[in-house]
């Protein structure tokens, strides 16, 4: 077939096809600049279950971010698991202590809605000289109570708790008061503004292709090939002497640009070139790995087996 003019994915070029101004550095100014709140500080979010503090939280760096249930997950795999929360929470006090003293900012994503554990923290910072800012959301009740249904059974807050939790959450002007540097409504900070900001300035990813079409675990053992034979960008998953090779078919039609895996086969026309299969997943990815027959290949060389591309 001729006519055809492969290219590399749109969001995921290989790495050689960037040009300069498609990679934007982010800006030297501070990353919070925009809300003009410290920083480094500790960010204190505050709020029942369910009032929205992890996607606030995903407004600040990933780095930045400390969260009990994320805790509770590395040490129980499971976010959920409350029987492991005296183990995450000294994983949770080590990590805080650790950036604190080092002066990295840090966001604290819990519902500390009793003073106790809000003392223990404004106290950490002032141990640390940093200042303390609290982030209230102040969502209503019955939201936080329907967003109850959309988590797994050990992670819903009964709704005696979450009154409870609803009823502590303080005011700003409260929370001055228990020593905060500063306090604000969530809902009177641009943080749409800051991640959107964080995003348009952040590097492009280079493997955002690869991340979508087969997952994180796969992505990071991918690298793209410098070469390009044939016009395709190519690469491969390997790991130690273990690989797939991969590259990105464009079949001058618009709706149909796929991956393609390299297959460990013979074309039945004996032409020496390699075989490839379309692969969509990592599902596909294992196929192939295992050697199980696909329905189409294509042969680089004679058009075997499918289609041609040469």
Known sequence: MTGRRPRPPALCAHPTALHPEDCVHPLSEPTLAPLSLPEPALYVL????GSGKS????C??????LSLDDCRARVADDPGA??????????????????????????VDATNTEQAHRT??????????????AIVLRTPLEICKDRQQDRPANRQVPDPALIQQFEGTPSP?????????SAHYADELDLLGLLLRRSATADRDPLADIRYAFGDDLAATFSWHDERPRDFATGAFRIASREIFVRWMDDADPYDHHWQAQFDGACINGCP??????????TDLRSVYAGAAPDELWCDGCGGPGLAIG
Do not use: C
Not at 55 to 58: E, L, Q, R
């Open 120 to 133: 223990g923290l404004v106290r950490q910072a002032q141990r640390h000289e940093i200042p303390a800012v």
């Open 55 to 58: 996607t606030v939280a995903t």
């Open 60 to 65: 600040f760096p990933a780095e930045w971010r």
């Open 82 to 107: 409350q029987e492991a929360t005296p183990d995450a929470v000294t994983l949770f006090l080590l990590a805080l202590d650790a950036r604190l003293k080092r002066r990295k900012p840090t966001v």
């Open 273 to 282: 070139r390699p075989l490839w299969v379309k692969v969509t997943n990592a």
């Open 46 to 49: 505050i709020g029942p279950g």
């Open 173 to 181: 002007e409260h929370l001055v008061g228990e020593g905060f540097t």
